[in-house]
């Protein structure tokens, strides 16, 4: 599975942005898809996730209320709406995707494949 993401780039505090990441391959809906993030100087954290079967999802405290990950299996293509955004969201954004249930949704290692990432930048 190949995995490209786009859509970020810079916007004001309280604006909003809309990611997706397209994948490659026949098997996109057998795999959980995540977005994660990484700060300058901090680690990588989960921001959300979406069950492989479709209708689950699961998001970081830091952005429940504010964002929204949705799928298209018919386009291979998994979105992340960012609403409310705060300067404390920026950061590169990663969207991977790993086998069904294989792992915990919010564990890294769980994931065996990544995008490039695409910088998400919030001026206050």
């Known amino acids: 599975v190949q995995l490209q993401a786009s859509g970020g780039g810079l916007v004001q505090a309280g604006g909003s942005l809309r990611l997706s990441c397209a994948a490659s391959?026949?098997?996109?809906?057998?795999?959980?898809m995540g977005w994660f993030r990484q700060a300058p100087g901090k680690e990588r954290e989960f921001v959300a996730t979406?069950?492989?079967?479709?209708?689950?999802?699961y998001y970081a405290d830091s952005v429940k209320g504010r964002f929204t990950i949705s799928r298209d299996n018919a386009k291979n293509t998994v979105y992340l709406q960012m609403n409310s955004l705060k300067p404390d969201d920026t950061a590169v954004y990663y969207c991977?995707?790993?086998?069904?249930?294989?792992?915990?949704?919010?564990?890294?290692?769980?994931?065996?494949?990544w995008g490039q990432g695409t910088l998400v930048t919030v001026s206050s």
């Open positions: 991977a995707a790993k086998w069904r249930n294989s792992g915990s949704y919010y564990d890294i290692s769980a994931y065996e494949y």
């Open positions: 391959g026949r098997t996109f809906s057998s795999y959980t």
């Open positions: 979406i069950l492989w079967s479709g209708g689950t999802t």
